[in-house]
Nanobody, 120 residues
Framework: QVQLVESGGGLVQPGGSLRLSCLAS????????MGWYRQAPGKQRELVAS???????NYVDSVKGRFTISRDNGENTVYLQMNSLKPEDTAVYYC??????????????WGKGTLVTVSS
């Protein structure tokens, strides 16, 4: 099994910043596509940002220009830098690890989430 542990959530004012971290226990961290999802109260979980093993990134339109996903393969950690936060960013943020090709195709793991609240 792969364990994913998120940290860095909290309460911030609109326009503020937070950096989320996700530490993975796997020995093959560099093979995973890593992603950050979020789920707001009463809404479906959505993919916010993802990063491939090669460093290619994708973002949902609502966070483009404000959020940055990155990874440190030496530390088995993926980050989500969130700037210019808005109240609508309030959600539980989940870390995800996925293998989309090769012999380990289909492996998929989730963290338990960290709460981000944006409010004045």
């Amino acid at each position: 099994q792969v364990q994913l542990v998120e940290s860095g959530g909290g309460l911030v004012q609109p326009g503020g910043s937070l950096r989320l971290s996700c530490l993975a226990s796997t020995k093959i961290f560099s093979l995973y596509r890593m992603g950050w999802y979020r789920q707001a109260p009463g809404k479906q979980r959505e993919l916010v940002a993802s990063i491939t093993s090669g460093g290619s990134t994708n973002y949902v339109d609502s966070v483009k220009g404000r959020f940055t996903i990155s990874r440190d393969n030496g530390e088995n950690t993926v980050y989500l830098q969130m700037n210019s936060l808005k109240p609508e960013d309030t959600a539980v943020y989940y870390c995800n690890a996925y293998v989309g090709s090769g012999p380990l195709y289909g492996m998929n793991y989730w963290g338990k989430g960290t709460l981000v609240t944006v409010s004045s």
